[in-house]
């Protein structure tokens, strides 16, 4: 049978994390760190780095569309019938086959 891209996976770089606000926090450069807890002197606390945005490839959010249909070549019976994949009952409220 024929199949469908369900998503491909080129660099989008920060694009798509700037959407979903998806960031991280980098770990303290090891210096900054050893500056941080020697005694005496300067009890200035060391500085967190700032969260940055995470880079993201255009696979990382599925597009729901193409996810429905991934579900439907797989899942289709020969009567027209759905079966719901196990993984997704629960938020389908238990259904197990989709019907005409």
């Known amino acids: 049978g024929e199949f469908r891209e369900i998503s ?9 994390a700037r ?3 998806l960031r991280y926090r980098p770990a303290a450069k090891a210096e900054e760190a ?10 200035k606390k060391a500085k967190k780095p700032k969260p940055q945005l995470c880079h ?10 193409r996810t ?21 009952r ?5 259904v197990e086959v989709l019907k005409k």
Not at 8 to 16: I, R, Y
Not at 34 to 43: E, F, S
Not at 90 to 94: D, Q, W
């Open 68 to 88: 429905l249909l991934a579900v439907l070549e797989n899942y289709q019976m020969p009567d027209g019938s759905v079966v719901v994949p196990e993984v997704l």
């Open 8 to 16: 491909s996976c080129s660099n989008t770089g920060d694009f798509q």
């Open 56 to 65: 993201t490839i255009n696979g990382s959010g599925l597009a729901v569309g």
């Open 34 to 43: 050893a500056d941080a807890g020697k005694k005496g002197g300067n009890k």
């Open 90 to 94: 629960p938020y389908m409220g238990g």
């Open 19 to 21: 959407r979903m606000a």
